[in-house]
C-alpha cells in the first residue's frame, strides 16, 4: 500500500539522470562534503597501505584520487559486508 505523503521515485525524480529534485540543490554542498572527505581518506594509513598493496600490479595506475578513493571505499565495504 503507498503512502501518500512520501511519494515515488519517479515523481521525485528530475530529467538529469534520476537525481532526485531535493537533491540537485545539495549537489555544491555535497560537492565540498566529498572534497573534504576525500582528502581525509588519501591521507589515511589505511588508504595508503591500500594504495601500496594494490599498485604493485599497475592496476591504479592513472587513476585520479576520485576514483582510488571510490575503488577503495567500494573494497573496504565490500569486505566488511563479506
Known sequence: MANSQFPSSFENTSQRG???KDL????PVDSEIWHNLKQAISASS???RW?????????LTGLNLDNLVRS????TL?????
Open 46 to 48: 589505511g588508504f595508503e
Open 51 to 59: 594504495q601500496l598493496e594494490r599498485n604493485t600490479d599497475g592496476r
Open 72 to 75: 577503495y571505499l567500494r573494497e
Open 18 to 20: 534520476g537525481v532526485p
Open 24 to 27: 540537485l540543490g545539495q549537489l
Open 78 to 82: 565490500e569486505t566488511l559486508a563479506y
